[in-house]
C-alpha cells in the first residue's frame, strides 16, 4: 500500500483545516489507518485512528473533542478534519496502515502498529 498525504497549510489559531490521504491498491478497505504527527524536536506522536470500515474511531486525549478522522473506502481516501486548532498543533501530519483491528478498548496507537506510512504533510498554526 502506498499512502499520499496533503491538505497541509498555514492556519491561524482558532482555524480549521481538513488533510487528506490517499493509498493506492484495492485492498485499502481491509488496513486500519491512522494519523500521527511529528513537530520539531519531538518524537513522533499518534493523533487519530480508523478501523477499516470507519465503524470505530480513536483519538488522542490532546485532539479529542477537536479532531476528526474518517475515510471513504470508495476513494480510498482517510481524512483529518481539524477545528479549534492550536500553536500546539504545528507538526507534519503523516497517515499510516494497520492490519491491526480496533476494539472496545480503542485502536492501535503505536508506531510498530503500522506497517505502511506516507510522506507527511505540513501544518502550521500561527498564534
Known amino acids: 500500500v502506498q499512502l499520499q498525504a496533503s491538505g497541509g497549510g498555514l492556519v491561524q489559531a482558532g482555524g480549521s483545516l481538513i488533510v487528506s490521504c490517499v493509498a493506492s491498491?484495492?485492498?485499502?478497505?481491509?488496513?486500519?489507518m491512522g494519523w500521527f504527527r511529528q513537530a520539531p524536536g519531538k518524537e513522533r506522536e499518534f493523533v487519530a485512528a480508523?478501523?477499516?470500515?470507519?465503524?470505530?474511531?480513536y483519538y488522542a486525549d490532546s485532539v479529542k473533542g477537536r479532531f476528526t478522522i474518517s475515510r471513504v473506502n470508495a476513494k480510498n481516501t482517510v481524512y483529518l478534519q481539524m477545528n479549534s486548532l492550536k500553536p500546539d498543533d504545528t507538526a507534519v501530519y503523516s497517515c499510516?496502515?494497520?492490519?491491526?483491528?480496533?476494539?472496545?478498548?480503542?485502536?492501535?496507537?503505536?508506531?510498530?502498529?503500522?506497517?505502511?506510512w506516507g510522506q507527511g504533510t505540513q501544518v502550521t498554526v500561527s498564534s
Open positions: 491498491g484495492r485492498t485499502f478497505s481491509s488496513y486500519g
Open positions: 480508523i478501523s477499516w470500515s470507519g465503524g470505530r474511531t
Open positions: 499510516a496502515a494497520t492490519q491491526l483491528g480496533c476494539s472496545d478498548y480503542g485502536c492501535p496507537t503505536h508506531i510498530y502498529d503500522y506497517m505502511y
